[in-house]
């Protein structure tokens, strides 16, 4: 008999419980080779005084499984409570959202019925870091992160997920347009990887333009990757338009552990009822075996699954008005048609496992040569960030002149990235958030943090209030920051 793999299970909250009862109940059925560990995390867990949502016991098995599937979990509103899905993607390193949609025409209604892509979200960086301030009365920011490590992992295991799944193609999306820097370097991170895949074809879309062709077209598209935020949108959007969110499952793929679940909520409002559609979470159970090395159940329950909608067995979100089964009802159907095959459908084939450790995770040659050449840093200047809510652009800019000092000159200011001074225009909009630019005097060979920290030092004594700085550097002599706008 083969031996079983322990993995840790979170019933989750609301329908939580009644969809992962059905879907045990169906990998039970269909001979999975698990052995469930329960675990408590989410509501009750926050209520008790833990922000985080997740007790110590839980992270122990976690860590010791490595293997999670988890149910819809509710975050209580208000009390600083954190997300817990944030919170264990970026804590246990589950870098890479996995997002099948497919359409089920004519079973379930849509308007794209030869919709089968695949969406690949970056799960760690971007505006996700979390990191946001309020830096005056009347701004707040948010700090949008881009790594090249991060990027280079998300980006290979995309092209290694189309090659390992017979896929075609892989388009990126950005906006690199206007963030140059951040999605700039996704985008040409995507441009140097893909030229180790030549047999995949690649394309790149603007972020706006491309989430039109993907909900006007989406057949078009195959394997799609992207950054946190774009992919957190997406991935949703195709759900949707492939006729329910509530059909869809979701992997979260990191160097040693992964998680499972259905992509939508824990819809308390229906909570109890018995009439939730386990199908999200089942179809996040198929993905978590293929994991496993279970692929032949895996190709059993999805099969077993598409001959259930083909016999008209729907949940009443999918029936629309017709005749409907409830959730245990349901889960029951796909039990009696386990090894069934459908024949309206294409039959699923699954083969054992993912893209390799070696294959996702290695970063060479990319990092390998960038350790060659090395990176010359240089410093070219500062960004000096004031509050003020009293004085003019000019009034500032004059004040800001006289104490540059013989290391620096004073660029320009801008006010929510619009120039300012000198020579603004007057019907230019502005906060009480100043971004001054100093940069380094053309007379001057170098400059230090040293020289920085005389220059704040001046700004002070001038009574300005500064709130926050960043450095301006040069890598390898190309621009290692933006233009304001207009300068």
């Not at 690949?120 to 996700?128: A, H, K, S, T």
């Not at 189309?162 to 985008?187: P, S, Y």
Request: net charge negative; with cysteine; hydrophobic share 35%.
């Amino acid at each position: 008999m083969e031996q079983k793999t322990t993995i840790t299970v979170a019933r989750g909250d609301g329908i939580g419980p009644e969809i992962m009862d059905a879907t045990l109940k169906v990998l039970e059925h269909a001979g999975a080779r698990i052995e469930p560990e329960f675990i408590d995390v989410g509501e009750k867990v926050y209520l008790s005084g833990n922000t985080s949502g997740v007790p110590d016991e839980a992270w122990e098995s976690l860590r010791r499984n490595k293997v999670f599937f988890k149910g819809p979990i509710t975050t209580p509103q208000g009390g600083g409570y954190k997300s817990l899905n944030v919170t264990i993607r970026k804590t246990l390193g589950l870098y890479a959202n996995v997002r099948p949609n497919v359409s089920y025409d004519p079973f379930v209604k849509t308007k794209h019925p030869d919709m089968d892509l695949v969406i690949i979200r970056e799960n760690e960086e971007d505006l996700y870091g979390g990191i946001e301030h309020q830096q005056t009365p009347e701004v707040v920011q948010c700090l949008k992160l881009i790594t090249r490590p991060g990027t280079e992992k998300i980006v290979r295991y995309a092209f290694e997920y189309a090659k390992k799944n017979n896929r075609k193609k892989v388009t990126c999306f950005t906006k690199d347009n206007i963030m140059k820097l951040t999605d700039g370097l996704f985008h040409k991170v995507f441009d140097e990887i893909a030229e180790e895949y030549p047999d995949i074809e690649t394309e790149h879309w603007i972020i706006d333009i491309g989430m039109a062709k993907l909900a006007d077209t989406p057949q078009d598209f195959d394997v799609v990757v992207m950054p946190n935020l774009y992919g957190d949108i997406a991935s949703d959007v195709a759900a949707q338009i492939t006729g329910s969110v509530g059909l869809a499952g979701s992997a979260n793929i990191g160097d040693n552990v992964a998680m499972f679940e259905a992509i939508h909520g824990s819809a308390p409002d229906i909570a109890g009822k018995g009439i939730a559609n386990p199908s999200g979470l089942i179809h996040g159970a198929i993905m978590m075996l293929v994991h496993i090395g279970q692929a032949e159940i895996a190709t059993k329950i999805h099969n077993a699954w598409l001959k259930t909608l083909e016999d008209g067995v729907n949940t009443g979100d999918i029936a629309k008005g017709g005749a409907s089964v409830g959730t245990m009802a349901f889960a029951e159907a796909v039990i009696e048609r386990l090894g069934q095959t459908p024949t309206t459908f294409k039959p699923v084939t699954y083969e054992n496992g993912q893209p390799s450790r070696q294959d996702q995770y290695k970063l060479a040659p990319l990092a390998k040569d960038r350790k060659k050449q090395g990176v010359v840093r240089q410093l070219d200047g500062v960004d000096v960030f004031l509050f003020d809510d009293q004085l003019t652009p000019d009034e500032i800019g004059q004040k800001l002149e006289s104490i540059a000092g013989p290391e620096f000159e004073l660029a320009v200011i801008t006010n929510r990235g619009v120039k300012v001074y000198p020579q603004g225009f007057p019907e230019t909009f502005a906060t009480d958030h100043w971004r001054c630019r100093f940069q380094i005097n053309k007379e001057q060979e170098a400059i230090t943090n040293q020289d920085i920290i005389g220059l704040l030092d001046r700004v002070q004594q001038a009574g300005l209030d500064f709130i926050k700085i960043e450095n301006l550097y040069r890598f390898n002599d190309e621009l290692g920051y933006s233009l304001g706008q207009g300068q």
